[in-house]
C-alpha cells in the first residue's frame, strides 16, 4: 500500500471552515448569494477530493502532517484511505444537495447567513472527524460536530423544543465525547501511538493490554452516544426540533455516522474479541429491533424517520459487532445505501411539511395524487428503506440477514436471526406507513393547507438520490460494486475476496427471512389500528421527560448546595478558615519532629504583670461589652497602650512611637466612624452560635499563643545580625530599625506607603460612592437622636491646638530629621504631624479648617509615592539598582556638621504619604458628617468671646 | 545589573501616583495615560519574557544590597510568563473600562487600576518571602477599591466577605512568615530554600506549621476549597472590567503556591514529601466540583462565570498538586488559558448585561459568538486551549495513584459546565422574553435580536482581546508548551534559581532535580 503526501487534504479540511466565514456576510447579499457561497466552499472540497479518489481506487492512502502539539501527541495529521473517501463523499455530495435544499426550504424570516454558518462548521468538524489521522485530533473534531450540532438544532431557537433538544443532543453526545477522550488517550497509551496509521497495526498490543476492556467501554461510549444507540438513543428523536434540512444532514450522512465510523476505524484492532461482539452486537440489536418498534407508531414524520434511523443505526452497529468480515462488508454497504435513501427521505418528509403545514400521519393521507413528484421520490425511498429487492436497500439487507443468519449468540443459533427478522419486518412495516398513510389512501378535504407539489428546487435533491437509489437496486456491481471493495477493505484493513453484487442470489436463508419480513410488515400495516391502540396502551417510559427531570432535578440540587455554600454568611467562612487552620496546623506539626526550645525564661516584674493583667481584662472586657461600641473602641486602645508598652519593656523604641501614633490616629477616625453607625449592635446569634464560635476563637488564640511560645522559647541566628553591623557603615544610620525601614528594606516601606495611599483613595471612592446612593439619603434624614454637647467648638480646645500646632509641627520636623540614627523616622513623623492637623480640625470644624489648607490632600498621596520613587530612581544614574542609598556628611556655618542620606528624600516620601492618607480620610469623614446636615462654622469657635454679638453659625 | 526589571512594578506606581496627583479630576487624562501605560507594559513585559527566555535568570538587587540581607527581583521564566499575561489582559481590560465606561462610574479607576498592575507585578518579580507579603497588600487593597468601584449596596456587601477573608489570609502570612522566620532565620527565598533543606532536625515540626498556614494563605487567593467562600460574591458583584483582571488575581495564589512549594518546600525535603501536594490535590478536587456544582446550579450568567472561575482553579491546582514536570508544564498551560477564559467570559456577561434586547435577555451576533466561545474555552471544550489544557493535565495524571479519581473528576465536571453553560446559554440568548419577538423590527437583517442599547464599539473590540489571544494561544500551542515546559523545567531544577540569586555552591548538596 503506497501512501503518499498531499497537502490537499488539509486543504479539503480546511474548506467548509473557510467557507463557514463566508455565508454570515453574504447574507447582506441576499439569500442566493449566502447559499452560494456556502455551496462554493463544499463544491471546491468535493472536486478536491475527487482528484484524490484515482488513487484511493487503488487501495493507496493519502496523508498529511502538521505538528500542533507534538508533546502531547496530538497533531493535526490527516490521512484518506477507503473509508475516510466514502466518508467525505458522502459528507460533501450530501451536504451540497442540502444546501441546495436548505436554500429553498428555510423561509425568508429564517436567519440564512447563520444556518449555513453553522451547517459548514458542521461539515467541516465532520470532514475533520474522518480524515483525521491523529485518533486526539478526531476527538476534537468530534466535539466540534457536538457543538455546532447544538447550534443546528437549536436553530429555531424561539420554540422550546429546539432549544431543549439542542441541549438534550449536546449533553448525550458532549457526555459521550469525554467518554472518548478518556478511552481515546488509553487507546494511545496501548498502543504507543495516537497516528491511526501505526495504532491500526498494533492490535495484538492493544488487545493484549490490561487497558483494553475500560478503553473498550469509553470509546463505544463515545460511539453509542453519537450514533443513538439504546440506551442513549432518546436524544435524536428530539433533534428533529432542528429545521429538516439539517436533521435530513445529520441523521442521514453525517451526525449519527459518526459513531459507526469509530467504530469502522478501530475495526481491526477492537474487534474480533468477545468483549467486543458482545457490547457491539448486542447493543446494535436491542436498539435495531426497538427502534424499529417505535417507529411504526410515531404519527409525526420525522418523529418516524428518526427512529428508523435509530433502527437502522443499531443495524450496521450489530454488524460491526459480529467481527467478521462479510459483516464489516455489510455494514459498509449498508452505510451507503443508509445515507442516500434517508437524505431523501427526510426531505421529502420536509417537503410534505413545508407544502401541507403538518408533519402528523394521522392527519394526512393520498398525497399521491396532490404531490405526485414527491410521492413519487418517497416511495422509492421507503420501498429502499423497507428493503424490497431492486432498491438498493434490499441488497444490503440481505446481506445483514446472511450475515446475522450465522450468527450464535452464547451459543444460541437461533435468537440473533429471528431478532433480525423481526428487526426487517418492523422496518418493512414503518416503512409501508410512511408510504401507505401518506402518499396512498383517498385525498383528504382537511390538511391546514392545501398541499401542491414544490419547485424545482426543494424536489431536486431528493430526486437525484431516488435515481441512485435505483441505480445501486439495479445495478450494483456496476454502480458500487469496486467503490464497495475497497471501503470493505479500508474498514476490515485486509484485502478481501469480495463476490460481485447482485440482486438474485438463489434461495438462500437470507431470502426466506426477507420474504417473512417483507410480508410480515404488510401484515402489521394491515393490523395497524388494533396495534396502534394496543401500543397506546402500553406503559414507556418518556426519555425526554426523564432527561428533563434529570437535568432540572440537578440543576435545583447543584443550585441550592452551591447557594447555600456560598451565602454570604462571612461568620461561617471565618469559622472555617479559622477552624481548618487550627487542624492543619496541628496536623502538620505532628508530622515533623520537634524538639522543645531551651532559652531561659525572662525574670517575670511588676510591669509585666500589670500589663497582661491589663491586656486580658481589656480584651475579656470587649467579649462582655461588646455591643456597645465606644466602649470597645476605649477597650481596644488600652490593648493598644499595653502592646506599645510592651515594646518599650523590650527595648524597641520605635515599633512603641509607631504603635503609639498608629493608635491615636486610628482611634480618632473610627471614632469619628462610629459617629455614623448604630451606637449599639444587636444581639442576633443564639447560645449555640456563640457557643461555637466562642470555642473556635480559644482554640485559635490557644494554637496562635502555643506557636509563639514555641518560637519564642528558642535560639534562633537570623540575618539581623547583618543589619546591626552594616547600619551605620553601609546605610549611615545608627537608627537600625529606620535604616532596615528605608534602606535595607525600603523597598517594602514603598510597597507600604503605596499600600496607605490606596487605602485613602479607596476611603475617598467608597465615600464617594456613598454620596449618591440608598446610604446618601439615610444620611440625609440623619437625626441626631443622642443628646451632643452644644458646644461642638469648645474655646479652650482651640486656644490649646492653636498654641500646640507650632510646637507638635516642631516635634514632628525633630522626629523626621533625627530618625535615622535616633528613634523616629518619616512614618512616625508623619502620624504626628497628621495628629497636629486633625485637632485643629476638630476644634474648629472640617470646613473651617479646610479653607486654610491649600494643598489637595491627593497632592500629598501622590508627592508622597512620587518623591519615594524618584529617589530610588535617582540611583540609576549612578548606575545602581533602584533605591541604593548614599549619605554624605555636610558642614555649613555655623551649624555643626551634619548627615545627608538620600533615604532622607525617601523618608520624606513616607512622612507625605502618612498625611495625606490620615488627612484625606478625614476629609471623607466630614463629606459623610456634611451630608447628615451637620453645620459649617464660619469662625474658629462656636463662642468666641472677642466678637460676643455675630452670629457664629450659618446653616451649610 | 539590569534596571528594567523593576520597571513593571515602578512603572505603574509611578504613573498611578501622578494620576492622582495631577489628573484625578479628568477622566481623558487618565485614560490617555492609562492605556499609554498599559501599552508600555506589554512591551517592557514582552523584552523582559525575550531576555529571559535563553533561560538566564536575571537578579536585581534592590538598594544594592546582597542576598540574603537585601530584597531582590527575580526575572525567570515563570515570572516572565506571568508579567507578559498580566500585561496583555491589563491592556485588554483597561480598554474594555473605557469603552464600557466603567471607569467613569466611581472614582479613581485607573490610578487603583495602575496600583493594581503594580501589586501583581511585584508579586510575580519578588524573591523576598516579606516582600511578597507586602505586594499581596497592595494588590489585595487595590483589588478592594476596584472590586467595590461604583458602589451599590450588593457590590459593598460582597466587598466586605472579600476583604474580611482576605485580611484573614494576610494576618496568616504574618504568622507563618514569623514562624518560617524564626525557623529559617532568613527572608529570602533561595536562601530560605537552602535553609529548609539543612533544618536542625528539631525544627520540622515548626517549618511544617509554618509551610502549612502559609499554603493556606495562597490557598485564599488561590480560592482553593475550604477558603474558596468569598469568590463567587466577589466576583459575581464586582464591575465586569475588574472581575476580568481578577481573572489573574487567583492566579497569584496558584503562582505563590508553585513558587513557594517547589523552590523552598519541595518535594525533596525529607520532612516535606508529598504532603502538601497531597493536600493540594485533595483540595484541588473538591474545588473543582463545587465550582462545576456551582456551574451547573447558577441561575444567572455573572455568578456561573464566578463558580466556573472557581472550578478552573481547580482543574489548575490538580496540575500544581501532581507535584511532577508534566504536571507543571501542564498547569502553566491551563494558567494561561483559565486567565484569558475567564477574563474572556466576564467582558462577554457584561456586553450581555448591557445590551438586554426588547426579545431577548441577550442580543445575538457578536455577543453571542463571544459568550459562546468563552463558554467552550471556560468548559473544556475544543478546540480551543481550554481542552488543550485539560488533554495536558489528564496526560500529566496518567499512572499517577490518583489517576482515576483524576480522570473522572474532570471528565463528569467537565460534562457538568457543558450542561450548565447550555441551560444559562440558551436560557438568555435563545428563549424569547417577550411574546412579540417575531416582529421584524425585533431583528437586524442578519436576524438578531437587536439589543436595547446600541453596544460601544471600543467595549466590543476591547471584549475581542481575551478571546483573540486564546485563539492564538490555541494555534501556536506547540511552540508555547515547549517554552512553558522549559519553564516549568527551570522552576522545578531549583539549583539554578538559588544559585542565581546567592552566588554559585550555595547549596551544599543540590536538591535533586525532579
Given at each position: ?584 496546623g496541628?496536623?502538620a506539626f505532628?508530622t515533623g519532629d520537634y524538639l522543645p526550645g ?108 502555643g506557636l509563639a511560645f514555641a518560637l519564642?522559647t528558642r535560639?534562633f ?240 | ?175 507563618a512568615?514569623g514562624t518560617l522566620y524564626a525557623v529559617t ?11 529548609v533543606?539543612?533544618l536542625a532536625p528539631g525544627d520540622e515540626a515548626l517549618m511544617m506549621v509554618g509551610a502549612t498556614l ?57 520532612a ?243
Open positions: 500500500m503506497t501512501a503518499h503526501l498531499d497537502v490537499t487534504l488539509a486543504l479539503i479540511a480546511a474548506l467548509p471552515f473557510i467557507g463557514a466565514v463566508f455565508p454570515g456576510l453574504m447574507i447582506r447579499a441576499g439569500r442566493d448569494a449566502c447559499a452560494m457561497s456556502a455551496g462554493w466552499a463544499t463544491l471546491s472540497a468535493f472536486i478536491l477530493l475527487m482528484t484524490l479518489a484515482p488513487a484511493v481506487w487503488h487501495g493507496e492512502t493519502y496523508s498529511f502532517r502538521i505538528n500542533w502539539m507534538p508533546m502531547l501527541g496530538l497533531n493535526a495529521n490527516f490521512r484518506l484511505d477507503g473509508l475516510g473517501f466514502l466518508f467525505a463523499t458522502m459528507i460533501l455530495g450530501i451536504g451540497m444537495l442540502i444546501i441546495l435544499y436548505a436554500r429553498f426550504y428555510l423561509s425568508r424570516s429564517d436567519p440564512m447567513g447563520q444556518f449555513y454558518v453553522y451547517l459548514m462548521l458542521f461539515q467541516g468538524a465532520m470532514l475533520g472527524i474522518v480524515l483525521s489521522d491523529n485518533v486526539l485530533m478526531m476527538v476534537v473534531f468530534w466535539e466540534l460536530t457536538s457543538l455546532s450540532s447544538f447550534l443546528l438544532i437549536g436553530y429555531w431557537k424561539h420554540t422550546p423544543d429546539g432549544r431543549q433538544g439542542a441541549r438534550m443532543a449536546l449533553a448525550v453526545t458532549g457526555m459521550g465525547g469525554l467518554a472518548l477522550i478518556a478511552g481515546m488517550l488509553l487507546l494511545g497509551e496501548a498502543a504507543g501511538s495516537y497516528d491511526l496509521t501505526d495504532i491500526l497495526q498494533r492490535r495484538e498490543a492493544i488487545q493484549a493490554s490490561p487497558l483494553y476492556l475500560p478503553m473498550l467501554i469509553l470509546i463505544l461510549l463515545g460511539a453509542f452516544t453519537k450514533s443513538a444507540q439504546f440506551p442513549f438513543h432518546f436524544w435524536l428523536p428530539h433533534a428533529m426540533a432542528a429545521p429538516t434540512p439539517v436533521s435530513a444532514y445529520l441523521h442521514s450522512a453525517t451526525m449519527v455516522k459518526a459513531g459507526l465510523f469509530l467504530m469502522a476505524r478501530l475495526w481491526p484492532v477492537l474487534s474480533g474479541t468477545d468483549a467486543w461482539f458482545y457490547i457491539v452486537s448486542t447493543t446494535g440489536l436491542v436498539t435495531m429491533v426497538l427502534g424499529a418498534a417505535i417507529a411504526i407508531f410515531k404519527d409525526d414524520l420525522k418523529a418516524l424517520l428518526a427512529y428508523s434511523t435509530v433502527s437502522h443505526l443499531g443495524l450496521i452497529t450489530m454488524l460491526l459487532g459480529f467481527g467478521t468480515t462479510a459483516a464489516a462488508t455489510a455494514a459498509g454497504f449498508h452505510i451507503i445505501n443508509h445515507t442516500i435513501f434517508k437524505a431523501a427521505l427526510f426531505m421529502t418528509a420536509g417537503i410534505v411539511d413545508h407544502e401541507t403545514h403538518t408533519r402528523s400521519i394521522k392527519r394526512l393521507g393520498g398525497l399521491r395524487h396532490l404531490m405526485p413528484i414527491t410521492a413519487t421520490l418517497a416511495i422509492i425511498t421507503a420501498a429502499s428503506m423497507a428493503g424490497i429487492p431492486y432498491f438498493n436497500g434490499f441488497l444490503s439487507k440481505e446481506m445483514m440477514l446472511e450475515s446475522a443468519a450465522h450468527t450464535t449468540w452464547d451459543g444460541n443459533g437461533l435468537l440473533v436471526p429471528v431478532l433480525a427478522t423481526i428487526g426487517a419486518l418492523l422496518s418493512a412495516a414503518y416503512s409501508f406507513r410512511y408510504i401507505g398513510h401518506v402518499f396512498l389512501g383517498p385525498v383528504r378535504d382537511d390538511y391546514p393547507h392545501k398541499p401542491h407539489d414544490p419547485g424545482f428546487g426543494l424536489w431536486a435533491a431528493p430526486a437525484f438520490l431516488s435515481v441512485l437509489v435505483l441505480a445501486i437496486g439495479i445495478f450494483p456491481q456496476a454502480v458500487v460494486g469496486s467503490f464497495l471493495q475497497i471501503v470493505a477493505d479500508a474498514i476490515t484493513g485486509q484485502h478481501l475476496h469480495m463476490h460481485p453484487l447482485k440482486v438474485w442470489h438463489g434461495l438462500t436463508p437470507a431470502l426466506l427471512m426477507s420474504a417473512i419480513a417483507t410480508v410480515g410488515g404488510l401484515a402489521v400495516l394491515l393490523a395497524f389500528t388494533p396495534l396502534d391502540r394496543l401500543w397506546e396502551s402500553l406503559p414507556k417510559p418518556d426519555a425526554k421527560r426523564i432527561f428533563d427531570r434529570m437535568v432540572e432535578t440537578s440543576h435545583d440540587i447543584c443550585g441550592t448546595i452551591a447557594n447555600h455554600m456560598h451565602d454570604g454568611q462571612l461568620t461561617r467562612y471565618v469559622a472555617i478558615f479559622a477552624t481548618g487552620t487550627v487542624a492543619a496541628i496536623i505532628v531551651t532559652r531561659d525564661m525572662l525574670p517575670v516584674d511588676l510591669i509585666d504583670v500589670v500589663g497582661t493583667i491589663l491586656v486580658i481584662a481589656a480584651t475579656a472586657s470587649i467579649v462582655v461589652f461588646h455591643r456597645s461600641r465606644l466602649l470597645v473602641l476605649v477597650l481596644i486602645g488600652i490593648n493598644g497602650l499595653v502592646v506599645s508598652l510592651i515594646f518599650v519593656r523590650f527595648s524597641a523604641p520605635d515599633l512603641a512611637m509607631t504603635q503609639v501614633t498608629v493608635e491615636v490616629v486610628t482611634l480618632i477616625l473610627l471614632l469619628l466612624a462610629l459617629h455614623f453607625l448604630p451606637k449599639i449592635t444587636p444581639r442576633e446569634t443564639s447560645w449555640a452560635r456563640r457557643g461555637r464560635d466562642g470555642a473556635i476563637a480559644i482554640a485559635a488564640g490557644l494554637a496562635v499563643g519564642m535560639d541566628s537570623t540575618i539581623s545580625g547583618y543589619y546591626w553591623e552594616n547600619a551605620k557603615p553601609g546605610g549611615g544610620g545608627t537608627n537600625v530599625v529606620n535604616v532596615i525601614l528605608v534602606d535595607f528594606r525600603g523597598y517594602d516601606t514603598f510597597g507600604e506607603i503605596i499600600v496607605l495611599g490606596i487605602a485613602a483613595l479607596v476611603i475617598f471612592a467608597l465615600a464617594e460612592a456613598l454620596m449618591n446612593g440608598r446610604a446618601s439619603r439615610r444620611l440625609a434624614n440623619w437625626e441626631v437622636t443622642q443628646r451632643y454637647s452644644r458646644d461642638r467648638h469648645p474655646l479652650m480646645m482651640v486656644v490649646a491646638t492653636r498654641v500646640m500646632m507650632p510646637i507638635v509641627l516642631m516635634v514632628g520636623v525633630y522626629i523626621f530629621l533625627r530618625g535615622h540614627n535616633q528613634p523616629g523616622g518619616g512614618f512616625i513623623a508623619g502620624l504626628v504631624v497628621a495628629i497636629a492637623l486633625l485637632m485643629q480640625y476638630m476644634a474648629s470644624g472640617f470646613a473651617w479648617a479646610q479653607d486654610r489648607m491649600k494643598f489637595a490632600y491627593h497632592t500629598f498621596i501622590g508627592w508622597g509615592v512620587m518623591i519615594a520613587g524618584l529617589t530610588g530612581i535617582g540611583a540609576w544614574f549612578v548606575g545602581r539598582p533602584f533605591l541604593t542609598s548614599a549619605y554624605g556628611y555636610v558642614h555649613i556655618e555655623p551649624i555643626e556638621e551634619f548627615e545627608l542620606a538620600t533615604a532622607m528624600a525617601f523618608d520624606l516620601g513616607v512622612f507625605l504619604a502618612v498625611v495625606g492618607a490620615v488627612m484625606l480620610a478625614l476629609y471623607c469623614l466630614s463629606r459623610i458628617a456634611r451630608r447628615t446636615g451637620e453645620t459649617v462654622n464660619v469662625t474658629p469657635m462656636d463662642f468666641d468671646p472677642s466678637h460676643p454679638t455675630e452670629t457664629t453659625q450659618e446653616n451649610g | 545589573m539590569n534596571h528594567w526589571i523593576v520597571a513593571p512594578v515602578l512603572l505603574p506606581a509611578m504613573l498611578a501616583a501622578l494620576m492622582v496627583m495631577a489628573m484625578r479630576h479628568d477622566l481623558v487624562l487618565q485614560r490617555v495615560f492609562s492605556v499609554a501605560g498599559s501599552v508600555a507594559l506589554v512591551a517592557i513585559a514582552a523584552g523582559l519574557y525575550w531576555l529571559a527566555s535563553d533561560g538566564t535568570i536575571e537578579v536585581y538587587k534592590l538598594g544594592n544590597w546582597q542576598p540574603p540581607f537585601g530584597i531582590v527581583l527575580v526575572l525567570d521564566r515563570l515570572s516572565a510568563t506571568m508579567l507578559l499575561l498580566t500585561s496583555g489582559l491589563g491592556l485588554g481590560v483597561v480598554l474594555y473600562a473605557i469603552g464600557s465606561g466603567w471607569d467613569g462610574r466611581g472614582w479613581h479607576f485607573h490610578p487603583l487600576f495602575s496600583f493594581q498592575l503594580m501589586g501583581i507585578n511585584g508579586a510575580f518579580l519578588t524573591g523576598d518571602a516579606f516582600n511578597l507579603f507586602v505586594f499581596f497588600e497592595v494588590l489585595l487593597i487595590a483589588s478592594y477599591g476596584l472590586m467595590i468601584h461604583g458602589g451599590g449596596g450588593m457590590r459593598l456587601r460582597s466587598g466586605l466577605q472579600y476583604v474580611v477573608m482576605n485580611l484573614a489570609g494576610s494576618t496568616l502570612f504574618l504568622f512568615m532565620g532568613t527572608l529570602n527565598m533561595a536562601d530560605m530554600a537552602v535553609k533543606r539543612s502559609l499554603l493556606i494563605v495562597f490557598a485564599i487567593k488561590a480560592a482553593a476549597f475550604p477558603v474558596q467562600f468569598w469568590l463567587p460574591g466577589t466576583y459575581a458583584n464586582a464591575p465586569a472590567p475588574v472581575a476580568a483582571l481578577f481573572a489573574i488575581l487567583t492566579k497569584v495564589g496558584a503562582y505563590a503556591i508553585l513558587r513557594m512549594y517547589t523552590l523552598v518546600f519541595g518535594a525533596d525535603v525529607p516535606v514529601g508529598s504532603y502538601f501536594s497531597e493536600l493540594l490535590m485533595a483540595s484541588a478536587l473538591v474545588s473543582l466540583v463545587v465550582g462545576s456544582i456551582g456551574v451547573l446550579g447558577a441561575k444567572q450568567l455573572p455568578r456561573q462565570a464566578a463558580f466556573a472561575v472557581l472550578a478552573s482553579m481547580g482543574t489548575l491546582l490538580i496540575a500544581i498538586g501532581l507535584n511532577t514536570s508534566a504536571g507543571t508544564g501542564a498547569a502553566l498551560f491551563y494558567l494561561v488559558h483559565s486567565t484569558l477564559a475567564a477574563a474572556a467570559l466576564f467582558l462577554a456577561i457584561d456586553l450581555v448585561r448591557d445590551a438586554q434586547g426588547p426579545t431577548t435577555r441577550a442580543p445575538g451576533g457578536l455577543v453571542a459568538t463571544l459568550f459562546f466561545i468563552a463558554a467552550i474555552a471556560v468548559a473544556g471544550m475544543p478546540p480551543l486551549s481550554g481542552f488543550l489544557g485539560k488533554l495536558l493535565i489528564l496526560d500529566a495524571s496518567r499512572n499517577t495513584p490518583h489517576m482515576v479519581l483524576i480522570w473522572s473528576v474532570i471528565l463528569v465536571t467537565s460534562l457538568m459546565l457543558i450542561v450548565g453553560f447550555t441551560l444559562r446559554g440558551s436560557r438568555y440568548f435563545w428563549k424569547p422574553l417577550d411574546p412579540n419577538w417575531h416582529d421584524p423590527g425585533n431583528f437586524d437583517e442578519d436576524g438578531n435580536p437587536v439589543p436595547a442599547l446600541p453596544l460601544n464599539p471600543l467595549a466590543l473590540a476591547a471584549a475581542c482581546i481575551p478571546p483573540a489571544l486564546m485563539v492564538i494561544f490555541t494555534l501556536a500551542a506547540g511552540p508555547a508548551m515547549r517554552e512553558l515546559e522549559a519553564t516549568a523545567q527551570q522552576l522545578r531544577a531549583r539549583t539554578p534559581y538559588v544559585e542565581a540569586v546567592l552566588g554559585p555552591g550555595a547549596f551544599a548538596t543540590p536538591p535533586a532535580e525532579e
